[in-house]
């Protein structure tokens, strides 16, 4: 059966959504480590991965230099957006902390407007505005668990840098590079930004640790790949509604493992967001 490009980029959004599920339950896994050494290892993972997928195409690593500023840009803030998603997922639940990080597609439409210059609707600010009053039931400012409000708006911030990322990936793609090197120069941007700080902070970890930390790379890998292959294959605002297919991932393997049952006004909120979402699939359909 012979594909289009917009069903390619939902098959693999779909994949990534599993696979950073994964990798958020592997990260929770590994214990009580910084989130700047899981971020770490997650990367040197996804780096080789990288590295080794580039080599096997034969390809080698080629970067236009008037986009390496995009290049920077979008690894900047992707580290960024995985360090907030890293420390949520260790001090929320995980359905939480996935639902908040996947406010990342409208923060896209917002940057897309700021960057690409793309028009934005009423109907998609209204779609915007919405989501956000969704997250607000999420994250309960004012009558929250205690010490869950701080966590929180970290990963608001993590699904704000993710959003920015993502835009940049669109870019990139649209200027003609290709999936593997953006991981590449992401993974290894992320290595070396963090690198001094587990030099000088490193926590001993058990070889049990160790192993969790590196399915959580494998997992990242394979999310990485795919939600990089999707964005390059047609844009965000078509495919990124099956994005959020992680949150049922999310709240499963939460269940599974950690017994994790979310609360009423957490589940309104990710039907809301959820919905919003499906809503602004289907508007963008039809026009």
């Known amino acids: 059966m012979n594909l289009n490009e917009k069903q390619k980029a939902i098959i693999c959004i779909i994949c990534s959504a599993f696979f950073f599920a994964l990798m958020n339950m592997f990260v929770r896994l590994s214990g009580d480590l910084p989130s700047i050494q899981k971020s770490f290892f997650r990367n040197f993972i996804a780096a080789f ?57 409208f923060f896209a439409i917002i940057f897309s407007f700021l960057l690409l210059k793309e028009k934005t609707t009423k109907v998609q600010a209204a779609a915007v505005a919405i989501a956000f009053g969704g997250a607000v039931l999420v994250v309960k400012p004012g009558f929250a668990v205690a010490g869950a409000l701080f966590p929180s708006l970290i990963a608001v911030c993590g699904g704000l840098c993710a959003g920015i990322a993502y835009t940049m990936v669109r870019i990139l793609g649209q200027k003609g590079e290709k999936g593997p090197v953006i991981v590449l120069f992401f993974s290894s941007f992320s290595c070396l930004v963090t ?61 599974i493992f950690f017994a994790q049952i979310p609360d009423l006004l957490s589940v309104i909120g990710y039907c809301i967001i959820a919905g919003v979402a499906i809503w602004m699939f289907i508007y963008n359909n039809r026009r």
């Open 49 to 105: 991965f990288a590295l080794f997928m580039i080599i096997k195409s034969g390809q080698g690593v080629h970067i236009n230099k008037k986009n390496l500023p995009w290049f920077i840009g979008r690894s900047g803030f992707g580290t960024i957006g995985i360090l907030c998603n890293f420390y949520a997922v260790d001090h929320l639940l995980l359905s939480d902390a996935s639902i908040l990080n996947k406010l990342s597609p």
């Open 195 to 255: 690198l001094p700080w587990l030099i000088f902070d490193y926590h001993p970890m058990t070889m049990a640790q160790i192993i969790t930390l590196l399915c959580a790379g494998l997992s990242a890998a394979g999310g990485q790949f795919t939600i990089t292959a999707a964005y390059t294959h047609a844009p965000a605002k078509e495919v990124s509604v099956y994005d959020y297919t992680q949150i049922i991932f999310s709240a499963a393997l939460g269940f």
